[in-house]
């Protein structure tokens, strides 16, 4: 079969194990999400898929071909691209440095022009970057940066984009736009895997979801299926009138311990 197929995924660090035997699929052009809270194991995941880490048992294959053996730039060169949480842009690189990075990989097989050429179509997405080609990457903001990752992925012309947290720490407006550029991308054909925290947005755009506990995969559904579940709604939608009104009086309490605590008390 086409697209990525992942079976009893094993992997961790060192002598831990994270992930306790993930299945898991994701078709051409299909957006599939990763849901689950912080530590279940989603980065894990990822970072097993694009071979940052060594899968400790199970099967990763991509188009019919096993991946476990190959290495992140073998995996890049078959289209799999990983747009890392937190951005990881270079700083003092200038942005035009930093997507020229992006396709370092296939760099025996791009000359200078066509080097140029791909950066200009992929920059057509971005025209915040094509603005600020030759300012240093640290200069723009949070919401910039992410882009700017995002960008330098797709410099690798990916087939398959597996982005972990994109809208992490980002206003609400840029995250609005971040979920648009991903839904553009599947338009396109690319299938994407979005891990993300966001469960309400991502699980509204998913064609299919997983969500992801203690390292297992503990529901799969279409999108909309899952966004409909109380359980999923009770854990991973908590933005509701309840949860928020909650929250907020826990942030009040905290806000006056924290005043308690500095001497100068709190009203
Ligand atoms: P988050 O959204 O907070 O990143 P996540 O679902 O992506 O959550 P992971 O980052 O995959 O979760 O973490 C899963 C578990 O692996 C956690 O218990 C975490 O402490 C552990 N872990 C993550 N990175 C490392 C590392 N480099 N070395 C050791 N343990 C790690």
Not at 8 to 25: E, N, P
Not at 51 to 73: C, H, K, N, T, W
Request: hydrophobic share 45%; proline share 3%.
């Amino acid at each position: 079969m086409t697209g990525l197929e992942v079976r009893g995924l094993r992997a961790g660090y060192g002598g831990s194990v994270v992930l306790h035997g993930i299945d898991l699929r994701v078709g051409e052009g299909e957006i599939v999400a990763l849901v689950g809270a912080n530590g279940a194991g989603k980065s894990t995941l990822v970072k097993a898929l694009s071979g940052l880490i060594e899968a400790q048992a199970g099967e990763v294959v991509f188009d019919g071909e096993p991946l476990s053996r190959l290495s992140p730039r073998e995996r890049v060169l078959r289209g799999i691209v990983h747009v890392p949480e937190g951005r990881q842009v270079f700083s003092g690189l200038t942005i035009a440095e930093n997507l020229r990075l992006g396709a370092w990989s296939q760099r025996r097989r791009l000359d200078a022009r066509a080097l140029e050429e791909r950066m200009a179509r992929v920059c057509a997405r971005f025209p915040v970057l094509l603005e600020r080609l030759q300012q240093p990457a640290g200069t723009l903001s949070g919401g910039q940066q992410q882009m700017l990752a995002i960008a330098r992925g797709l410099m690798a012309e990916p087939r398959l984009l597996l982005l972990d947290e994109p809208s992490l720490g980002l206003a609400p407006l840029l995250v609005m736009e971040i979920f648009r550029l991903v839904e553009g991308l599947r338009a396109q054909g690319l299938s994407i895997l979005l891990s993300e925290q966001n469960a309400r947005l991502s699980l509204g755009i998913a064609d299919r979801a997983y969500v992801i506990e203690t390292g297992r995969v503990a529901l799969e559904g279409r999108g909309a299926e899952l966004l409909g579940k109380p359980e999923v709604a009770e854990r991973y939608l908590g933005v509701g009138k309840a949860v928020s009104a909650a929250g907020s009086e826990r942030y009040g309490e905290l806000t006056k311990r924290l005043g308690a605590a500095l001497g100068g008390g709190s009203s």
